[in-house]
């Protein structure tokens, strides 16, 4: 996972910080900690040793138990830097180049992206000395996340608070993953469907089933992240709708979720079905609270719409995916579903993790392609899923390029390896620059592209021209 460097000023929302590492954490970030003087006196570096497992530096004078300089160390180690929050103060230091503490030394010394999470008094925030600063600091490719509008310390409405922490953390995180996957979604609109449905017998019953729609959740955010434009469709959940959505729609009964669904479907590119929704309802709703008595009592279920059968039967140019969960002949039941629903994948999974944060999938597809995926989190899952099955586009078209741009020299494997080696070496210097140059971007992708066109093909190379073509892909996004 990636380090991050988290860095902690003088505002009075330097208490959210504590949140913003123990979230971060939870993801499985590395965390350290620099505060300023000013913040330590908001709140104690022991809380942020406490939560981060590291040691927090304050004074650039500490005597360390080791021999390395401390703020060169931290600069190196860092994967990128977050202030959070960042005043007024420190923004017009490092903008005039003021280095006169351990968080204004590092930041000075780091070559990795730089991001301002902006928290102070709404005239300060608005006094144009500070927009003069964020200008200048933005033209050398720092990165700025704006505060929000709200009640501020100071007894006023306004803006100036610190954005919550969770979103600071979906920007941090949708910047790792714009650098490290290819945008394979860029310009594709994408409808999902998830969680579970209910179907209402009197105003107090309904029948429903265990969908978490984690999956589906995971799912939305992971196609906004990779660059598509995404409606999210789902049924009751105890789910915060991610970010990035184009649109989120919420429903509740099968009959809702199909009339939302089939508005949508016809212009989209990509369908992905997820929900898990109600096969029956209720014959009869009761207006008013059944009573219990002393005798049985029926209830009569109707079918529900088959909305995605609906969907294959409607099925034009667009991509369509659905779920199978099963509790027994997992495989042959999804491809039953696979064919009779014109799905081009189906993805297959234990009916017993529903509700679970973990998930085990096969994906079947219509060209009778079974892969077995291994067990993880549903949030890194649907990255799997969706990498596994759209990179292929782009890495048939880059295959292509990589073909035609070939060189008549073939080298051996060793030689073959050690110029990969070299390359990634550039490629790790240009990743980490918190200004990225177009002219360096394509000089790299362009050697890449030559050294796949040289090795020679064969199993012992087969691994390296794959790890090729996924750099050369990402390149390709970055310049773009």
């Not at 933005?138 to 610190?162: Q, S």
């Not at 209402?200 to 660059?227: H, Q, W």
């Not at 392609?369 to 078209?397: D, G, H, Q």
């Amino acid at each position: 996972m990636k380090n991050i460097l988290l860095g902690i000023t003088g505002g009075i929302s330097a208490y959210k910080s504590a949140n913003i590492v123990s979230q971060l954490k939870k993801k499985g970030y590395s965390v350290k900690v620099i505060m300023t003087k000013n913040a330590t006196k908001i709140i104690t570096p022991l809380t942020f040793e406490t939560l981060s497992r590291n040691k927090v530096y304050v004074d650039m004078w500490d005597e360390s138990k080791g021999y390395e300089v401390e703020h060169i160390s931290l600069a190196e180690w860092a994967d990128l830097v977050l202030v959070a929050p960042t005043t007024y103060n420190v923004i017009g230091k490092i903008a005039n180049g003021i280095a006169d503490d351990m968080l204004t030394t590092v930041i000075s010394a780091t070559k990795v992206p730089v991001f301002f999470a902006l928290a102070m008094n709404e005239n300060m925030y608005n006094n144009p000395i500070l927009s003069d600063n964020v200008d200048k600091l933005k033209g050398y490719g720092y990165r700025f996340i704006e505060a929000d509008e709200g009640f501020l310390a100071c007894n006023t409405n306004g803006k100036g608070r610190l954005k919550k922490e969770e979103e600071i953390i979906e920007i941090i995180e949708e910047y790792f993953i714009k650098k490290d996957y290819p945008q394979v979604l860029q310009g594709k609109t994408v409808v999902i469907t998830a969680g579970p449905t209910e179907e209402p017998l009197d105003p107090v019953r309904f029948i429903t089933n265990l969908s978490s729609g984690k999956m589906g959740y995971s799912l939305a955010e992971a196609c906004a992240k990779l660059g598509a434009q995404v409606t999210l469709i789902s049924g009751p959940t105890k789910l915060e709708p991610p970010m990035g959505l184009k649109k989120f729609i919420s429903v509740r009964t099968a009959l809702q979720m199909e009339k939302e669904t089939l508005k949508y479907y016809e212009n989209i590119d990509i369908a992905i079905a997820c929900a898990a929704v109600g096969d029956y309802r209720p014959k009869i709703y009761y207006k008013e609270k059944i009573k219990k008595s002393d005798s049985d009592f029926s209830v009569e279920l109707i079918r529900n719409p088959d909305i995605l059968y609906q969907m294959g039967l409607l099925k034009k140019n667009q991509f369509l995916m659905g779920f199978a969960a099963e509790t027994e002949n997992i495989l042959e039941n999804a491809t039953l579903k696979l064919n009779k629903k014109n799905l081009d994948v189906i993805v297959a999974n234990d009916a017993s993790n529903m509700g679970n944060g973990n998930n085990t999938v096969t994906l079947v597809e219509k060209n009778g392609k079974i892969t077995p995926l291994k067990r993880e989190k549903k949030s890194e899952l649907a990255y799997t899923i969706l990498l596994k099955l759209f990179s292929k586009v782009t890495m048939v078209s880059l295959m292509g390029i990589l073909i035609l741009t070939g060189c008549s020299s073939i080298i051996s494997n060793s030689t073959g390896k050690e110029k990969y080696s070299d390359l990634e070496k550039k490629y790790s210097v240009i990743l980490k620059k918190p200004r990225l140059k177009s002219k360096e971007i394509d000089s790299l992708k362009n050697k890449y592209i030559k050294l796949n066109s040289r090795l020679e093909r064969n199993e012992e190379n087969k691994k390296l021209k794959k790890e090729i073509l996924k750099k050369v892909v990402i390149l390709e996004d970055l310049s773009s």
